[in-house]
């Protein structure tokens, strides 16, 4: 006879035990007894993700989270799953309606601050992680999560001291000491070169790890204008990222090529929002200070870097990649479902405003679904930032991305960054070509040269009024979790332009880019 009691107890002595077959098995005899016995749900839900089997993840957590709403942890590995799934809308939904207040779990408490984090809800996040803190202040994880949260939020005061805190207690912490380098002053740059110095080449230091700290020794050394020294850390930091990448610049060519070859421009839906504005260019052209400018509107706001097209709403679910016949793997192909895409983007973005109000997204992934994005939202406005190639590469170059942005992995190599700038120049003017009247292309040195008529043109293309509050976006409280967040807090300034010069140099002894060199005219643009 069946004993759910007895049942329960064998479930958790295996589960104890790490034997999660044996452990499936008993709740499915569970589940033929007690239809809605969560913690048999969960269980299943888990050893589904963990297989990345997320569809089959999702229903189990979803009855789970639906039988005990109080039980927090089913909701957050739910909205792991939907994220997964590129159902972010769903994922969102889940997320505003946690009521976390209650949790006294630090474990908890730090998995629904990363969730709030991942959807750029920071204030909430620091919140959570403030609280966790309190449970476990011992954690050196939730301390570097607190101040990553702070940075993101411009309380850089309280970054610094909680970053600090971190490299104490782990004085090998590469990603403390990295993130302390991108917002810090001049000031204490030599001390922090000293330290840096001590731990670079620590035989215990992880591989990523020590890839920042060399980062982090290139940006204090450039605070102190050493620039053969900051160029040395640098190019060492990117060969030990790179060597280890296995990035393949040939795949990326054809998948960028086949977008072009097999997109088709009919089938457009009949979407007539106007509340869409794009924010589009390479990494670190400018484009968070668009995205900044635009924001500070009274009527836009912004959605950061949401990723919600490249989460698989036009792949079904998938990475976007070249099929078996090396065409793209575009799923979305008639016209109701792109007016589908476009209705359940508008319903994910809406944050409660009016109908007249408008969107900003500076998501970088959206040039390569640019097409289908105007299919889905025809009446969108598209900002596209340039800036001067030997710049925007070399500031790729000297941007350390998230390890776990594979899509960067490019700008680790002088030639790959170069080749990835080529292709996608390719690739935004034929979309330019096919969608001019979307389109508005930015001059980042123009931008920066002549703010005020600038601003006031990319505002007039939106269809909105000039406000002054634009020209004074670094007053803009709202957090910025991109690479120019520290940037975005101080008013306009062309001392970012040419900054390759200071390491021209170094730069021309690598053939790909004395060759780019050579076949530029004008070095300021």
């Known amino acids: 006879m069946f004993n759910l009691g007895e049942s329960e107890k064998r479930l958790a002595t295996l589960i104890n035990s790490g034997d999660m077959i044996s452990a499936q098995s008993i709740c499915r005899q569970i589940l033929l007894e007690e ?51 590129g159902r972010l809308n769903r994922a969102i939904q889940v997320a505003r309606k946690i009521r976390w207040e209650k949790v006294q ?40 999560n607190l101040a990553t949260t702070q940075k993101y939020l411009a309380n850089f005061d309280e970054a610094e001291k909680n970053l600090e805190g971190v490299i104490q207690r782990y004085p090998l912490h590469g990603p403390a000491h990295y993130a302390l380098a991108t917002f810090t002053d001049e000031e204490s740059a030599m001390k922090r070169i000293q330290r840096l110095l001590l731990v670079c080449d620590s035989a215990n230091q992880h591989f990523f790890s020590r890839v920042q700290i060399y980062f982090a020794l290139y940006l204090e050394y450039e605070k102190k204008k050493n620039y053969k020294k900051a160029f040395k850390s640098l190019d060492f930091a990117n060969k030990l990222y790179f060597n280890r990448a296995n990035y393949d610049l040939a795949y990326q060519r054809s998948l960028f090529r086949a977008i072009q070859k097999t997109f088709c421009l009919e089938g457009s839906s009949e979407n007539e929002s106007k509340q ?9 052209s400018g484009t968070t200070l668009i995205e900044r400018v635009l924001a500070s509107h009274s009527h836009i706001d912004s959605v950061g870097e949401l990723n919600y097209f490249n989460s698989g709403v036009f792949t079904g679910g998938n990475d976007l990649q070249l099929d078996e016949c090396g065409r793209p793997n575009i799923s979305v192909t008639k016209r109701e479902e792109f007016r589908e895409v476009g209705r359940e983007y508008l319903q994910t973005i809406a944050k409660g405003g009016s109908n007249t109000m ?114 004074e976006f670094h007053k803009n409280r709202d957090s910025s979790s991109t690479a120019s967040f520290a940037q ?38």
């Not at 190599?413 to 001019?436: G, R």
């Open 35 to 85: 239809k809605f016995h969560h913690y048999s749900l969960f269980i299943l839900g888990m050893v589904e993700l963990k297989q990345q089997n997320y569809s089959e993840a999702a229903s189990y957590l979803e009855n789970a989270m639906l039988t005990a709403p109080e039980i927090i942890i089913y909701q957050v590995n739910f909205i792991k799953c939907q994220i997964k799934l």
């Open 276 to 284: 869409l504005i794009l924010v589009l260019g390479m990494p670190r």
């Open 488 to 525: 975005v807090r101080q008013p306009v300034s062309d001392k970012f332009i040419a900054r390759w010069k200071h390491y021209k140099s170094y730069l021309l002894q690598d053939d790909a880019f004395a060759s780019m060199f050579q076949n530029i005219d004008d070095y300021s643009m």
């Open 105 to 144: 779990d630090s474990n908890v408490l730090c998995a629904v601050g990363q969730i709030f984090s991942t959807f750029e809800m920071h204030k909430k996040a620091e919140k959570l992680f403030k609280k966790a803190l309190e449970k476990d202040p011992n954690s050196i994880h939730l301390l570097f």
């Open 358 to 471: 408008y969107y900003v997204d500076k998501s970088l992934t959206n040039y390569l679904y640019l097409g289908y994005i105007l299919k889905s939202l025809p009446n969108s406005r598209v900002i596209l930032m340039r800036r001067n190639k030997l710049d925007s590469c070399f500031s790729n170059y000297r941007q350390l991305f998230a390890q776990h942005t594979k899509k960067y992995d490019y700008s680790y190599n002088l030639e790959a960054t170069i080749s990835y700038q080529t292709e996608f120049d390719n690739l935004m003017n034929y979309w330019v070509q096919l969608f001019p009247d979307n389109i508005m292309t930015i001059q980042y040195e123009e931008l920066v040269n002549d703010f005020k008529c600038q601003v006031n043109n990319v505002l007039e293309f939106c269809n909105v009024k000039f406000e002054d509050n634009c020209l």
